[in-house]
């Protein structure tokens, strides 16, 4: 917790403007110099929260981020009320995250609980992942990192390390009821009807009407939804989409975990699978020639392929060194778990492609194609890759054959 020496208004629940971020930057003893010469910008582009860099202008290398929850959802406005509780998740979130995966977020400074507001490691030599994957830029340790993070976040969680009552506890801590009702409505249910919020390209009504009327595809996303609802397995980050991994090019931290839960473990990994094919589809207007589109496709597929490989390698290794003995850790039982792991990875996946092309939030990758009918072109493909992964999930026992699943979509969808 910090301690300011602020009045009421710097303890009482408001806003931040920027101008009352750096007062309360300078009542926190220690943030900064006493000679500080603070600036401070908003420069939140997400769709929930306040983001506020503060620097030092005589000294431009002390800098932090003030993140502050907004009592609503900032992309619609204040009729979508929202928790404040979401920054007191983010920030035990976070701080449980480096004890288990060190290295891999950002540091956390302070809290205060009734601003809702959470002082962290500012990282402004970084980028969001998902620019640099528009412009086609490479990260040779991206894989690894997201494969460990993902293994080691989500085994410490797991029954399969914790105590049985350790890990009830966790799910009771964790219990973030308004921000997974955004997922169930966002991913798994306003997509498949005509919902008021949804953002639809004219140019695919066609295909999205076809994608209402689908029986089999909207069976299979309800099972997922369930899953999602029902399936206390890990806990997840619950938004792990290529806007929450920020990178250079050596290193990676995820940021953001807000929305995180106790839910089914392939949901971060799906979310990762989803975010990388959307780019994938939107390379198809994104590339400048054949050729570089071409090298870039099998570039995403093989992350993909490569994270996945991380996370089985990482993640049975864990849970082969503390597995207490042959009854919880053997091999047909450990194989059932890791492809149960896949198809709901997959499945998700599917879902994400399909909610940012049909739902509220869509993604930088297609919504930065000027061109409508371009932008089609790459949502029609993302959308028959979509469905594809979600009501094929059952029949994939390999991530090879997810990957060549998605190029088979492509030989039908792009030519
Ligand atoms: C109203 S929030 C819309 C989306 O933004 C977040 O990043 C989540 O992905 C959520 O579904
Ligand atoms: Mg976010």
Redesign the pocket.
């Known amino acids: 917790m910090l301690t300011s020496q602020g009045g009421i208004l710097m303890t009482k629940y408001h806003a931040f403007s920027e101008t009352e971020a750096i007062e309360y930057a300078k009542s926190i003893p220690g943030l900064f110099s006493p000679h500080a010469q603070l600036i401070s910008k908003e420069i939140g582009d ?3 929260n306040l983001i506020f860099r503060i620097h030092d202008e005589t000294n431009p290398e002390e800098s932090v981020i003030f993140k502050q929850a907004l009592p609503y ?1 900032r ?2 406005g204040e009729s ?1 009320p929202l928790t404040l509780d979401r920054a007191r998740i983010e920030r035990e979130m976070l701080l449980l995250e480096d004890e288990l995966a060190p290295g891999f977020v950002p540091k956390v400074f302070g809290f205060h609980q009734e601003l809702a507001l959470t002082v962290m490691e500012d990282l402004s030599d970084f980028l969001i992942l998902r620019k640099g994957l528009v412009e086609r830029k490479e990260y040779p340790n991206l894989a690894d990192h997201l494969g460990e993070f993902l293994a080691r976040t989500l085994f410490f969680t797991s029954d399969l390390f914790l105590a049985s009552g350790e890990k009830k506890q966790r799910v009771v801590q964790f219990t973030n009821p308004e921000l997974c009702k ?2 169930e409505d ?2 798994f249910t306003d997509p498949y009807y005509d919902a008021e919020t949804n953002q639809i390209n004219p140019l695919i009504a066609q295909e999205v009407t076809a994608l209402w009327r689908n029986q089999e595809l909207k069976t299979e996303v309800q099972k997922l939804k369930d899953t999602f609802m029902t399936r206390a397995q890990g806990l997840v980050h619950g ?1 792990l ?1 290529t ?1 929450s991994i920020m990178v250079t090019e050596e290193e990676t931290r995820i940021i953001d975990p807000e ?1 995180a839960f106790y839910g089914p473990i392939g949901f971060d990994i799906g979310a990762i699978f989803a975010n990388l094919l959307l780019n994938f589809a939107a390379q198809e207007s994104h590339a400048p020639s054949e050729e570089e589109r071409k090298n870039y496709q099998t570039y995403l597929l093989s992350l993909i392929q490569q994270t996945w490989d991380k996370f089985v390698a990482e993640f049975t290794n864990l849970w082969k060194t503390h597995s207490e003995s042959e009854s919880t850790f053997f091999e047909p039982y450990v194989q059932d778990y890791m492809q149960g792991i896949l198809q709901d990875a997959i499945g998700f996946a599917g879902c994400k492609v399909i909610r940012r092309v049909v739902g ?2 869509h993604v930088w990758d297609l919504d930065s194609i000027e061109d409508l009918s371009k932008r089609a072109h790459s949502e029609r493909f993302a959308l028959a890759i979509g469905e594809k992964l979600i009501v094929s999930r059952k029949d994939i026992t390999d991530i090879v054959e997810a990957l060549l699943l998605v190029r088979r979509v492509k030989a039908v969808e792009v030519r």
């Open positions: 997400g769709n929930l959802a992309v619609v979508w955004i997922t966002l991913v938004d989409h806007g929305f509220l939030a």
